[in-house]
């Protein structure tokens, strides 16, 4: 099933915020109210709920998923896996820090070998199995869309993959003085923990300040005095 690319949204539209999904629609979709604003759909974390003004961002990124600091998967060394036109596609791990579908709606890169035609594809993952079904030691399966199969044989045991979580999923309020991850937008109203909303984008905002008086038309920084806020 295939989604519109933008949702034209009416004023007001932005200030959902709900258990379930809203309107079914995928985490990331994109709307747009009649004077411009854009927003995404967003999930909230599980740890702590969003007040409105907070400038938001994603969880950071999973050691050894291909993070900074990871070293990325590796494909399979069954010959018979990760062949072209394939939507499984099987990784070894040796950690058991990943749960059912942590990366639905993100993304698989494949890093290399280097000498590989096939270096620097990325692909849109529908979901994944969790640790406990595999055991460590065993094989991560990746799921990919319908519509995104492979379009190479990963070359078994040497293909590095990463994976990335959707960066609209698990928000938290960003923290100026240590960076989590990068930035995707404004919560525009409060946000209860794992709750679904919109995060604006784009177009005029209102966004937490710090105890810093901002002058108009001035550049604005992070404040790590309060989370979310700028200064």
């Not at 291909?66 to 394939?86: E, F, R």
């Not at 993304?107 to 990325?122: D, K, Q, W």
């Not at 923290?175 to 525009?188: E, F």
Request: proline share 6%; net charge positive.
């Amino acid at each position: 099933m295939s989604y519109p690319n933008v949702i034209y949204g009416d004023y007001g539209d932005e200030k959902v915020a709900q258990s379930a999904a809203i309107g079914n629609l995928p985490l990331g979709q994109l709307m747009i109210l009649p004077d411009g604003r854009a927003y995404r759909h967003s999930q909230a974390g599980s740890a702590a709920s969003l007040v409105a003004g907070q400038i938001v961002c994603p969880l950071a990124g999973s050691a050894g998923h291909g993070n900074v600091s990871g070293s990325g998967l590796i494909a399979s060394a069954t010959t018979t896996h990760n062949k072209a036109g394939d939507l499984d596609v099987y990784v070894a791990t040796s950690l058991a820090a990943f749960t059912k579908d942590q990366f639905a709606g993100g993304f698989m890169n494949v890093l290399g070998p280097a000498a590989s035609t096939y270096i620097g594809r990325i692909y849109k993952v529908k979901g994944n199995n969790s640790a406990a079904s595999v055991g460590v030691g065993g094989a991560m399966k990746i799921s990919l869309e319908p519509g995104d199969p492979l379009k190479h044989d990963l070359a078994a045991g040497s293909t590095r993959i990463s994976l990335r979580r959707n960066p609209f999923k698990d928000l938290q309020a960003n923290i100026g003085s240590a960076m989590i991850a990068p930035p995707v937008g404004v919560a525009p109203v409060a946000v209860s923990a794992s709750f679904y909303c919109w995060v604006q984008r784009r177009g005029v905002a209102s966004v937490l300040q710090a105890a810093t008086v901002l002058i108009d038309g001035a550049p604005i920084v992070f404040q790590p005095t309060e989370a979310g806020s700028v200064a």
